[in-house]
Every structure is written in structure tokens, then in C-alpha cells.
């Protein structure tokens, strides 16, 4: 009989969940102010800028995630700076979520009819301005449904931090598992937190792209 | 001296050259409606003297601010001369009032209280000063056309363009926007029309332009132009021949 009881796999297991959380959430927030960052470039008048912006995103979604965490964890290594696991998964898990976000927020920005900016431009405002004043606040409304759906996919790309040997949710499990010999019972427990947490998100993403459709523009 | 001067202007769309060569001079206090056919330039014309689109050749100059390809020169620019459009282009997401308060604030740095009278006495002068707090969605086409107005007057411009803004309306909305660019123009404003509305232009405008596939076709006081069109293309514009 295994030393180990239910109650001590899932007590364990929900405390490497914190990390995963942590994890999502500096994803998520680092992610949004790079995809900011990315986004006014990619938008701006400057060609230079618009060409960086476009190299970072389609690099950052044109290679596996996977890639990403080697190159930051080993690869940075090896130039002999030496990447805490957490760093690095923070790291590759921002930039990831950063170009995925910038192209998300761009489509929204588009989306803003072009009388929009010529309006804005007639009244002598910057480009700053108009997209402080004028187009974010109405791209904001629309690009909510998709960005919190997307924070979806930021939490379950978390697991895949757990192959650098950084401990959350999954590698927990898998630590778990090697002590236990109950694959089927950790496994199925790590699901059903991933689940947990995802389920939600995309619950209310759906529900907001109804709302924001439906109401008045303004409201 | 004249407060809009354009000169030699030409512009091209791919190998397509829309604008060959045109020569204007608006004084100040002048009311001037381009007319012709669509396609002849008058919009790109109108949309150039903002900066909207840029020029390959020549040189435009509204109150000595120059039309250049930067931001620095735009905004000099625009701040001279302002802008409405044949759609409103009014931003939905704030209130008639804060649309009119918008550019004062975040580009003069004019004070929220200040902006806000501004605003106010903007919209009175359009008839519209009990919408202040109506959202753009809420308003008539022609309401929100007469919101655009004086949002454009509340950064006080020296000249207004005016591209085809009673097209989009319906027919039984357009007087009360003429109505208030004729007070304009009673008032001194310096305006540049394109507009389809000849009655309008021969009843409020000092001299009208003919445009033709991209030139100046012709040009004088609207009782010249529409009693004894010199050439045929006009004439056949305005359904004489």
C-alpha cells in the first residue's frame, strides 16, 4: 500500500498550482505591456520600427514555445550568463505571449474605421494622442473577448516550463508520480486544476463577446 | 495676401495622376465651392490642403504654415485649417460635448473647465448645446454632422474644408447643416466646399471652381460660372448642353 494518501497528492499538488498561476500572471501582464510596446511600433509611422515590431512577432509565432524556453535556459548559458529556471520561463513565456498579443490588439486596431484617425488627425493630433484618446479606447472594446481568451492558452503553455525544471503543476506531477507510482490519480488531479482555471476563462470570454456585441457601443 | 495658396500641385495615385498641376488662391473670409464630376480631384484636392494626402510636386501654404510630410509641419498645419468629412467621423465612445472637448484638451492643453465652456458655446452655435451630453449613436445624421462642425470650430481654425458633408444625409437633414455653414460664411469664416449642393454654392459662395480630370477647368463668381459656363465640359456638367 502506497505511504501516500489521496489528500497528500492533491495538497501538493495545489501547491505547486500557485506557481503555475504566478507564472500565467507575469506571462500575462509582461506579455501585455510588450504587446503594447510591439504594437505602437507596429502601427507607427516609422518604417524601422514597424520592421523590428513585425521581425519579434513573426519570430516569436513562427517557432515552437519549446524552442524558446532551450534558448533562454541552455542557450543563454552557454554565452555564460547563467537563467534561473523561473527567469527563463518568465522570460519566453512574456516575449511568447507578448507577439501573440501584439497581432491580436493589431486586428482590433484595424478593425477602427480609417475616418477614425483622419477625424483625429484634422484636430492636429499626434499619433500618441490619437491612439491614447481616439482608437485604443474603442480597439479595447473589442479586443477583450479574444485577449481573455488567449490567457487560456498562457496557462496551459505554463506546463511546458516544467521541462526547463521549473516547479509548477506539472512538474509537480511528474515529481509526484515518481514517488507514488500513481500516474493515473496525479495526472488526472493535474487536469482537472488545469480545468479549473481554464474553464472560467474561456466561460467568460464567451460571455463577454456577447455582451460588448450586444450593448450599446457605448455603455 | 492670400490665406490659402496652392501652387503647381500634382498627385499621383500609383501611375494614375489625379491632380495635374493646380493653382489656387483662397483670401481670407472667401467662400469657394469645388465642383465637378467624381473622379476630377476635387476631394484629393481638399484632403491635400490638410495633409491628409500627400503632394509629389508644388507647394501648399495655409496662413504661412507649410504642408510638409512630418509631424511637426502636420500639426502646424492643422491647426490652421479644419476638417469635415462627408461620414461625421464623430468618435463614438464620447459624448457630443467631450467629442467638441477632445483635441482643445490633449492638443492645446486647454483646461477641462475651459474646453467644456468652449464646447458649450460651440454647440449653441450649432443649435446642439442640449445634446452636450448625447453619445454620437443617439443623434440624427445631420446632428452629428452639426457636432463635427463644432468640433472642428472649437480648435479655431483659420479656414474649414468641407468634403461632400450633406452627401451622406438624408435629403430631409440637409438644410439645417447648410443653415449653419451659411451662418459661417455670413460670419467670415474662410471656407473650401466640395459639394454637390449647386444652389447652395451659387446662393453663399464669392467664387466657384470647375474641376476636370485633375486641372482647374474653370473658375469666377457663381453667377459667371453657372449663367455663362465658357467651356463645354461645364456646360454639360451642369446639364446645359
Redesign the interface.
Known amino acids: 500500500m502506497s505511504p501516500f494518501t489521496t489528500w497528500d497528492i492533491v495538497r501538493n499538488l495545489l501547491l505547486a498550482t500557485q506557481w503555475t498561476l504566478l507564472l500565467s500572471l507575469v506571462a500575462f501582464v509582461g506579455g501585455g505591456a510588450v504587446a503594447l510596446a510591439a504594437l505602437l511600433a507596429r502601427t507607427s509611422?516609422n518604417r524601422w520600427a514597424r520592421r523590428g515590431a513585425t521581425l519579434y512577432i513573426e519570430l516569436f509565432q513562427g517557432t515552437p514555445l519549446l524552442m524558446q524556453l532551450f534558448l533562454f535556459f541552455f542557450g543563454l548559458s552557454l554565452l555564460g550568463v547563467n537563467v534561473p529556471p523561473w527567469l527563463a520561463a518568465a522570460l519566453a513565456l512574456i516575449l511568447w505571449t507578448g507577439a501573440f498579443l501584439a497581432e491580436i490588439w493589431r486586428g482590433c486596431v484595424e478593425a477602427i474605421?480609417r475616418?477614425?484617425w483622419?477625424?483625429?488627425?484634422?484636430?492636429?493630433?499626434?499619433?500618441f494622442?490619437q491612439m491614447?484618446?481616439?482608437i485604443l479606447?474603442?480597439a479595447l472594446?473589442i479586443a477583450i473577448p479574444p485577449t481573455v481568451g488567449f490567457s487560456v492558452q498562457v496557462v496551459k503553455a505554463t506546463a511546458l516550463t516544467s521541462i526547463i525544471g521549473f516547479v509548477e503543476l506539472s512538474k509537480a506531477s511528474t515529481m509526484i508520480t515518481n514517488a507514488t507510482f500513481q500516474p493515473f490519480v496525479v495526472y488526472g488531479f493535474a487536469a482537472l486544476i488545469y480545468f479549473a482555471l481554464c474553464w472560467p476563462l474561456s466561460k467568460s470570454s464567451q460571455l463577454l463577446e456577447r455582451k460588448l456585441n450586444v450593448a450599446?457601443?457605448?455603455h | 495676401m492670400s490665406l490659402i495658396a496652392i501652387t503647381e500641385v500634382r498627385k499621383r495615385f500609383g501611375t494614375n495622376e489625379v491632380l495635374k498641376g493646380i493653382n489656387l488662391d483662397v483670401a481670407a473670409g472667401e467662400v469657394v465651392a469645388i465642383i465637378g464630376k467624381s473622379g476630377s480631384g476635387k476631394s484629393t484636392l481638399l484632403r491635400c490642403i490638410?495633409?491628409?494626402e500627400t503632394i509629389d510636386e508644388g507647394s501648399i501654404l495655409v496662413a504661412g504654415a507649410q504642408l510638409a510630410d512630418d509631424?511637426v509641419h502636420?500639426?502646424a498645419l492643422?491647426?490652421k485649417v479644419?476638417?469635415i468629412?462627408q461620414?461625421f467621423?464623430?468618435?463614438?465612445?464620447l459624448t457630443a460635448g467631450r467629442n467638441v472637448m477632445?483635441?482643445p484638451m490633449?492638443?492645446k492643453k486647454v483646461s477641462a473647465k475651459e474646453a467644456e465652456a468652449e464646447a458649450r458655446a460651440r454647440l449653441a452655435q450649432v443649435g446642439l448645446d442640449h445634446k452636450f451630453d448625447a453619445?454620437p449613436?443617439e443623434l440624427s445624421g445631420g446632428q452629428q454632422q452639426r457636432v463635427?462642425i463644432a468640433?472642428?470650430l472649437a480648435?479655431r481654425p483659420l479656414a474649414l474644408l468641407c468634403d461632400e458633408i450633406t452627401s451622406a444625409l438624408d435629403p430631409e437633414l440637409v438644410n439645417e447643416v447648410l443653415q449653419v455653414v451659411g451662418k459661417l460664411a455670413q460670419e467670415g469664416m474662410t471656407l473650401l466646399m466640395v459639394t454637390h449642393e449647386m444652389r447652395f454654392a451659387r446662393e453663399v459662395c464669392d467664387r466657384v471652381v470647375f474641376m476636370h480630370q485633375g486641372r482647374v477647368h474653370e473658375i469666377g463668381p457663381p453667377d459667371i460660372v453657372f449663367e455663362s459656363p465658357k467651356t463645354l465640359e461645364l456646360r454639360q456638367f451642369l446639364g446645359m448642353a
Open positions: 509611422r474605421p475616418g477614425q483622419e477625424a483625429s488627425a484634422s484636430l492636429a493630433q499626434s499619433y494622442e491614447r484618446h481616439v479606447p474603442q472594446r450599446h457601443r457605448h | 490638410n495633409g491628409l509631424e502636420l500639426k492643422r491647426l479644419g476638417m468629412f461620414g467621423n464623430l468618435f463614438p465612445h477632445l483635441s490633449v492638443v453619445y449613436d463635427a468640433r472642428a480648435m
